[in-house]
């Protein structure tokens, strides 16, 4: 069973960082794209990121490029999110997937983003 | 404003069919894969479709997908009133080379 941990949300000031993690079991991480994907309260869904299987390709949404940085470890079956620079319109629950356009999702960590 | 565009909100009788559409363009839906997905309150997506018309396992055949140039539909028929959810498309843009999303559609079950 393909299962997705998110770790690491919490409430940040704004202009703050925060290190999200997905810890992943069930499948052949290594083999597979994993993205990130945000929903802000009461709105829609909103892909963020997302990374090849050996990292060599990287997407990134316009409004977090040179803010985020998604990375991966093979080794740990772990993905990443970098978050700096934080801004309140970043408040969201984000969700580690499986694949560029997600077939598992994990169960979300809300980041909130306020003074 | 979302790339992908979706009715904000259908309803139907029980029993009944609903058709939720997603409208595009040649770089995403017209030349990529179109996911189909639904979001109960408080919990994450689940995946209904995949590939346009694939139903992964678990998922019954009242859940269809199709797709037809830059436009794709999702129908479920035999409604229920545990269908009461948020439905949104998704599908990867080549010249955006982004992920992208429907804004969303409200399903309510009369």
């Known amino acids: 069973e393909v299962q997705l941990v998110e770790s690491g949300g919490g409430l940040v000031q704004p202009g703050g960082s925060l290190r999200l993690s997905c810890a992943a079991s069930g499948f052949p991480f290594s083999g597979y794209w994993m993205s990130w994907v945000r929903q802000a309260p009461g709105k829609g869904l909103e892909w963020v990121a997302n990374?090849?299987?050996?990292?060599?390709?990287?997407y990134y949404v316009d409004s977090v490029k040179g803010r985020f940085t998604i990375s991966r470890d093979n080794a740990r079956n772990s993905l990443y999110l970098q978050m700096s620079s934080l801004r309140v319109e970043d408040t969201a629950v984000y969700y580690c997937?499986?694949?560029?356009?997600?077939?598992?999702w994990g169960q979300g960590t809300l980041v909130t983003v306020s003074s | 404003q979302s790339v992908l565009t979706q009715p904000p909100s259908v309803s139907a009788a029980p029993g009944q069919k609903v058709t939720i559409s997603c409208s595009g363009s040649s770089s995403n839906i017209g030349n990529n894969y179109v996911s189909w997905y639904q979001q109960l309150p408080g919990t994450a997506p689940k995946l209904l479709i995949y590939e346009n018309n694939k139903r992964p396992s678990g998922i019954p055949d009242r859940v269809s997908g199709s797709k037809s140039g830059p436009s794709a539909t999702l129908d479920i028929t035999g409604l229920q009133t545990g269908d009461e959810a948020d439905y949104y498309c998704?599908?990867?843009?080549?010249?955006?080379?982004?992920?992208?999303f429907g804004g969303g559609t409200k399903l309510t079950v009369l």
């Open positions: 997937a499986r694949r560029v356009t997600p077939d598992s």
């Open positions: 990374i090849k299987q050996d990292g060599g390709e990287i």
């Open positions: 998704g599908t990867w843009d080549s010249s955006l080379r982004a992920g992208v």
